[in-house]
């Protein structure tokens, strides 16, 4: 596996191998990261506030703020959710391999008993294993339509508070 480095340059990208006990490290540099994107996300807003409010000095601020704090979360909640769905994703992928992994098996061990199967059952170990990892798969396309919801929950979320925000800080997105 490989990691994406930035060299001195920050514009020289180039692969580095991920060394062993570093996946700790790379979550918390993408956590890091992702702080750092919320607050230069939430800082462009508040200076966007300030310059184009177009003279409203009776902004609510406190409001206006809480709203900024409000966004913030949800901005961070829907990137947690986007990395799960990410995550169950490449699950999923995998899990399609192990099905035709064994389907194939099976296929084969019916054309071919005397090679395959070796334990005489009439291929039921392989029809098992093939059941068990359709089983397996169908539960993960289940996880990832439940984190697809999650994802499209915290969209609204973060839309709505959006919406908020243009109303307390009298500002147009």
């Not at 798969?137 to 929950?153: A, G, K």
């Amino acid at each position: 596996m490989c990691k994406e480095g930035v060299s001195d340059s920050d514009t020289d990208r180039r692969l580095v191998p991920l060394q062993a006990g570093s996946l700790k490290d790379t979550v918390k540099d993408w956590m890091a990261n992702m702080h750092l994107n919320r607050v230069i996300l939430v800082t462009t807003i508040v200076v966007g506030v300030f310059c184009f409010s177009g003279g409203s000095f009776a902004t609510d601020w406190p409001s206006c703020g809480y709203d900024f704090d409000e966004i913030s979360q949800a901005a961070s909640e829907q990137a947690y959710a986007a990395h799960e769905m990410a995550l169950i994703k490449s699950e999923l992928d995998y899990q399609e391999v192990v099905v035709e992994s064994a389907r194939a098996d099976l296929e084969s061990c019916r054309d071919y008993p005397e090679v395959y199967d070796l334990l005489d059952d009439g291929c039921q170990s392989y029809y098992y294993e093939y059941q068990s990892a359709i089983e397996d798969y169908n539960y993960t396309v289940e996880r990832y339509n439940s984190s697809l919801h999650l994802f499209e929950l915290k969209l609204e979320n973060l839309t709505s508070g959006l919406l908020a925000t243009e109303y307390s800080c009298g500002v147009s997105f």
